[in-house]
């Protein structure tokens, strides 16, 4: 009897180091860690087979050229370490400690089943919740961009290009600069400013120094809704209004959401607002950087891009 008061003693005084708040979630940590574990080897197979699916329709995007969405990319590196053999194995070492018997088997050992049951319970709410962000996929790719005249250069147009290497130089120089905001490009009609900044755009993003890259052709007589139209459909951005201030906020909102955008505006023949655009300003998104090309430093000066590089024949 003695023995007997003794082995209850030592578990209640054991169970007590863990048992808080003594509510029903707390107790199965103590006296259900089978099924916890139960629980946690059944979410990780629904994970596999969830991953096999996305896996199948990425493998499907790829093989069009498609581009895979980058939460995609991410959801797929947390489940392979979710799912790898390393996480099996700690399943596997962690359970058999959740299940350890004391006092000759004839009770739980309430030290090991308590840490690891509730470590399984909060694995399988993780797993849980990748398997809800799968569900809120929507589609797993997009469409690449198509390669047009913007990123193909003639024979005349590269060796002309490579007289003006410096500046090209500079003005990636320049992109690359958290501190720059606004960079332009000028000189006389036929020097190249467009083949520079159509490299540039290429460039930048080869090596993805920004989420997007927009190029946009300004012109002697800029229409302001054309252009809105052409920044928002290489945004992505469905835009029906026909209010210009209206446009302008729709797409102001829209290039903030941008970690880093690069916005070039190619052949600005006078001062040009902005704003009105709907492009941030530095001090409203510090990842926006605009470059621009003009015939008149003026026109450059007046919209305050700094540095500026001159072309010449």
Same mark, same amino acid.
């Given at each position: 009897?003695?023995? /007997?008061?003794?082995? =209850?003693?030592?578990?209640?005084?054991? &169970?007590?180091?863990?048992?808080?708040?003594? $509510?029903?979630?707390?107790?199965?940590?103590? /006296?259900?860690?089978?099924?916890?574990?139960? +629980?946690?080897?059944?979410?990780?197979?629904?994970?596999? *087979?969830?991953?096999?699916?996305?896996?199948?329709?990425? #493998?499907?995007?790829?093989?069009?050229?498609?581009?895979?969405?980058?939460?995609?990319?991410?959801? %797929?590196?947390?489940? #392979?370490?979710?799912?790898?053999?390393?996480?099996?194995?700690?399943?596997?070492?962690?359970?058999?400690? &959740?299940?350890?018997?004391?006092?000759?088997?004839?009770?739980?050992?309430? @030290?090991?089943?308590?840490?690891?049951?509730?470590?399984?319970? @909060?694995?399988?709410?993780?797993?849980?919740?990748? %398997?809800?962000?799968?569900? +809120?996929?929507?589609?797993?790719? !997009?469409?690449?961009?198509?390669?047009?005249? #913007?990123?193909?250069?003639? =024979? @005349?147009? *590269?060796? &002309?290009?490579?007289?003006?290497?410096?500046?090209?130089?500079?003005?990636?120089?320049?992109?690359? *600069? *958290?501190?720059?905001?606004?960079?332009?490009?000028?000189?006389?009609?036929?020097?190249? @400013?467009? $083949?520079? =900044?159509?490299?540039? /755009?290429?460039?930048?993003?080869?090596?993805?120094?920004?989420?997007?890259?927009?190029?946009?052709?300004?012109?002697? $007589?800029?229409?302001?809704?054309?252009?809105?139209?052409?920044?928002?459909?290489?945004?992505?951005?469905?835009?029906?209004?026909?209010?210009?201030?209206? !446009?302008? $906020?729709?797409?102001?909102?829209?290039?903030?959401?941008? !970690?880093?955008?690069?916005?070039?505006?190619?052949?600005?023949? &006078?001062?040009?607002?902005?704003?009105? %655009?709907?492009?941030?300003?530095?001090?409203?998104?510090?990842?926006?950087?605009?470059?621009?090309?003009?015939?008149?430093?003026?026109?450059?000066?007046?919209?305050?891009?700094?540095?500026?590089?001159?072309?010449?024949?």
């Amino acid at each position: 009897m003695d023995v /007997f008061v003794s082995i =209850v003693g030592s578990l209640v005084a054991k &169970a007590a180091e863990y048992i808080v708040d003594p $509510t029903a979630q707390q107790l199965s940590y103590l /006296f259900k860690p089978r099924s916890k574990f139960l +629980n946690l080897r059944t979410k990780v197979q629904e994970l596999k *087979d969830a991953r096999e699916r996305v896996q199948q329709s990425v #493998d499907s995007a790829n093989r069009k050229g498609e581009v895979i969405f980058d939460d995609v990319q991410r959801w %797929l590196t947390v489940v #392979d370490e979710k799912i790898s053999e390393e996480a099996a194995t700690q399943l596997q070492d962690d359970e058999e400690k &959740a299940m350890k018997r004391c006092f000759a088997g004839f009770c739980p050992d309430f @030290k090991s089943s308590y840490p690891f049951s509730k470590k399984a319970d @909060k694995e399988a709410a993780a797993i849980a919740q990748l %398997l809800t962000q799968k569900d +809120n996929f929507d589609g797993v790719s !997009r469409p690449s961009e198509p390669k047009g005249m #913007d990123t193909i250069r003639s =024979v @005349k147009e *590269d060796e &002309a290009f490579e007289s003006r290497r410096d500046a090209f130089n500079g003005v990636m120089v320049a992109l690359k *600069d *958290d501190a720059v905001s606004i960079i332009g490009v000028y000189g006389m009609g036929g020097v190249g @400013k467009t $083949t520079l =900044v159509k490299e540039a /755009f290429k460039q930048a993003k080869e090596e993805q120094l920004f989420n997007k890259v927009i190029l946009v052709a300004i012109n002697q $007589t800029p229409n302001m809704l054309n252009i809105q139209k052409e920044i928002a459909v290489k945004l992505g951005l469905p835009i029906h209004e026909e209010n210009i201030d209206m !446009r302008a $906020t729709q797409l102001h909102e829209r290039l903030k959401k941008e !970690r880093r955008v690069l916005v070039i505006l190619d052949d600005i023949w &006078a001062s040009l607002d902005l704003r009105a %655009l709907g492009i941030p300003s530095a001090d409203e998104h510090k990842g926006c950087k605009i470059l621009m090309t003009s015939r008149s430093l003026d026109v450059l000066e007046y919209l305050n891009s700094q540095p500026t590089f001159q072309l010449k024949h």
